[in-house]
T-cell receptor, first 114, second 109 residues
Framework: DTGVSQNPRHKITKRGQNVTFRCDPI?????LYWYRQTLGQGPEFLTY????????KSRLLSDRFSAERPKGSFSTLEIQRTEQGDSAMYLC????????????FGPGTRLTVL | KNEVEQSPQNLTAQEGEFITINCSYS?????LHWLQQHPGGGIVSLFM???GKKKHGRLIATINIQEKHSSLHITASHPRDSAVYIC???????????FGEGTQLTVNP
């Protein structure tokens, strides 16, 4: 399967703990996006990378959130000191170009903060 | 006011009916995307368009740039079409997508 993969698929954590999610994009795609989706809402943009450079961050991405794409391939999204409001589906997508190209989405990581 | 508005929020239809979902946006865009999301979260891209009309099987997407409006049509709807349909726009100023809240479609047999 050469689609976008995300791990883990589900994560349950206690408030205050740190969590890290991984996204492996389609191999030839140079753009990688992170989105967050809460129940009943559309996804919201968090950040995106072109190769290893993080080119844009949403104001939704507080100081507790950090994302990396160290070699321009896979990416990690870390949330420090999780809060209950962080509970959501975290989606990763990749594309060859920007908003004029089809984005291919991973299955998402569902985070539940107790 | 959201930058991307969809209507209706919920839609229930009988199998075979013609379905229309609408999307209006308020920003300059480089492209508009229609996406399908099934229970469990998986999102699939259906269309990307910047003008005119595209057709794939029973699905048709249209866009009117001057009116900042797009529609997704499903002909001869089927229960397997039941899903959330999401409109998203790629703004001319950047690479991010801005999403509507989605339309929950249920097609009953």
């Amino acid at each position: 399967d050469t689609g976008v993969s995300q791990n883990p698929r589900h994560k349950i954590t206690k408030r205050g703990q740190n969590v890290t999610f991984r996204c492996d994009p389609i191999s030839e795609h140079n753009r990688l996006y992170w989105y967050r989706q809460t129940l009943g809402q559309g996804p919201e943009f968090l950040t995106y990378f072109q190769n290893e450079a993080q080119l844009e961050k949403s104001r939704l991405l507080s100081d507790r959130f950090s994302a990396e794409r160290p070699k321009g391939s896979f990416s990690t999204l870390e949330i420090q000191r999780t809060e209950q409001g962080d509970s959501a589906m975290y989606l990763c997508a990749s594309s060859n170009r920007g908003a004029t190209d089809t984005q291919y989405f991973g299955p998402g990581t569902r985070l539940t903060v107790l | 006011k959201n930058e991307v508005e969809q209507s209706p929020q919920n839609l229930t239809a009988q199998e075979g009916e013609f379905i229309t979902i609408n999307c209006s946006y308020s920003v300059g865009i480089s492209a508009l995307h229609w996406l399908q999301q099934h229970p469990g979260g998986g999102i699939v891209s259906l269309f990307m368009l910047s003008s005119g009309k595209k057709k794939h099987g029973r699905l048709i997407a249209t866009i009117n740039i001057q009116e900042k409006h797009s529609s997704l049509h499903i002909t001869a709807s089927h229960p397997r079409d039941s899903a959330v349909y999401i409109c998203a726009v790629g703004e001319t100023s950047g690479s991010r997508l801005t999403f509507g809240e989605g339309t929950q479609l249920t097609v009953n047999p």
